[in-house]
Nanobody, 124 residues
Framework: QVQLQESGPGLVKPSQTLSLTCTVS??????????WSWIRRPPGKGLEWMGS???????YYSPSLKSRTSISRDTSKNQITLQLSSVTPEDTAVYYC????????????????WGQGTQVTVSS
């Protein structure tokens, strides 16, 4: 049974770096050919794909967030980590990690597993 669980601080101050962890159970994050993504939904807005890391560790980022985003993995812990630097109140959102089979990471309908999401508020 595949499960994804996001964890991290719910409140971050402007200019700081947000760090979230997605703990995956039931499947290895190195299994071919899965891609693991961070997706967020700001209040009143739609889903926004942030970036992905695949089974080999290759990363892919949204052009609008690439300069501030880093996705990494810890294979020994079966975890995916998101770091978003220089946060502003516009980064307030519910953050999800999710899995897609193959490289269809820009298509939300292709994702078969999602975490429950974690609320992150950027405020001083």
């Amino acid at each position: 049974q595949v499960q994804l669980q996001e964890s991290g601080p719910g409140l971050v101050k402007p200019s700081q770096t947000l760090s979230l962890t997605c703990t995956v159970s039931g499947v290895s994050i190195r299994t071919h050919y899965y891609y693991w993504s961070w997706i967020r939904r700001p209040p009143g807005k739609g889903l926004e794909w942030m970036g992905s890391i695949n089974y080999s560790g290759a990363t892919y980022y949204s052009p609008s967030l690439k300069s501030r985003t880093s996705i990494s993995r810890d294979t020994s812990k079966n975890q995916i980590t998101l770091q978003l630097s220089s946060v502003t109140p516009e980064d307030t959102a519910v953050y999800y990690c999710a899995r897609v089979d193959g490289g269809y990471y820009r298509d939300f309908d292709k994702y078969d597993y999602w975490g429950q999401g974690t609320q992150v508020t950027v405020s001083s």
